[in-house]
């Protein structure tokens, strides 16, 4: 065992632990999540009678607070009625990708023009990126397939395109200027 | 009665979509282009039969019944990320695509 090749793992803890210091723990540290699993709880038990309000309201406080040294940074939601419209846009882009796909794997299969496309990302945090890939996936033609951080783009696989630069347009200017514009500003 | 039609075209429409989803893991030729099938046509398939058990139930008098829909949103939260990862599994190990893929990111 060569010593110079193996480096003592103490001396790597260092620096690691420096960069994510304990922070100190807050009454409600992460709000929406608690409203999230408030809701949760209600349609896992399927009623609103106020002992199951109460007792989600505690479950919801609860467990973001035990659990808060391992979360992210929170993001904050700065337009909420730009998220519920671009729910309404994703649902209808996921019938209108399925209606597409269904008729593209019934019709003639081999002319279909299958291409990878990158996509510079001008978001730059992880669950932004994340929501991003997840809408990508779900809605017409593109399936995420990989992410680079370091150089900022995301990899699709598209099932059938013709000019590739107008579906980087449209991914960018359909999904990714509005959740900038929600999470980032 | 109405109940009855709206419901059975809700299962029906996610039955149907779900089919045509696995008829595309036969009759398309690459991993990648398989990939497009499970990761959409599960997603409004299992959907369609979400929104007929949401009528059904709400319908029989025992007041509203909305917990289906968090099979929908786990759904919506698992099937891009599996979807994901396989292909980002098939890149690393540079499994070919059909000749005509454009762009192919290993060469």
Known sequence: ???DSNPNPVSNAGPIASESPLKPRRWFPHKTLSV???????????SISPGHILLGAFLGWLIPWLTQAFWPEALHIRKPLLVIKMAVIIFYDIIVAN????????????????AFVKVP??????FTIALLASIISLTPGTVSADVNKESGYLLLHCLHVVDPE??????????????KEIFEC | ??????VSFFILAGAIIALIGSIGLTRLPDFYMRLHGPAKATTLGVGGVIAGSVIFFSTRGDGLSLHELLIALFLFITAPVSAHIAAKAALHLKLDAVERTRNKPWR
């Open chain 1, 1 to 3: 065992m060569n010593p």
């Open chain 1, 36 to 46: 999230y699993m408030v809701i949760v709880w209600l349609l896992l038990n399927n």
């Open chain 1, 99 to 114: 209606l597409i796909l269904a008729a593209r794997i019934l019709g003639p299969v081999n002319k279909l023009q299958p």
């Open chain 1, 121 to 126: 990302l001008d978001i730059d945090h992880d």
């Open chain 1, 166 to 179: 107008a579906e980087i347009r449209l991914v960018k200017e359909r999904y990714e200027a509005p959740l």
């Open chain 2, 1 to 6: 009665m109405w109940v009855e039609y709206l």
